[in-house]
């Protein structure tokens, strides 16, 4: 798990990557058991996929979108920003040496 994590906190210093993380302490929220992207293209056009434990889908149509966007919004509200983010990866890697 160190690699995964050395890897997110390097991916996090690109421009147009966010990394932020939803502590255990917000409670159940919309997208937990699972993941939602959310790609935004050069073309105005967005491509959202959900993946939870035993399936995963692109969403096509414009409804279920908005739905998942809404989800990916409240997620967001619930996160920690990218400096917290960021300062409780590099922590818990200290206390794991």
Known sequence: M???????????????V????????????????????????????TVTFVE???????????NDRARQGQRFDNALTLALDEVQSRELIADYLKRQT
């Not at 160190?2 to 147009?16: K, S, T």
């Not at 409670?27 to 993941?35: E, F, K, L, N, R």
Request: hydrophobic fraction near 40%; aromatic fraction near 6%; charge should be negative.
């Open 2 to 16: 160190r690699g995964q994590l050395e890897h997110l906190l390097a991916a996090g210093e690109r421009p147009r």
């Open 52 to 62: 939870w434990f035993d399936d995963g889908r692109t969403v096509d149509s414009p």
């Open 18 to 45: 966010a990394v932020q993380i939803i502590p255990f302490s917000a409670g159940i929220h919309p997208v937990m058991g699972g993941s939602l992207t959310m790609l935004d293209l050069a073309d105005g056009s």
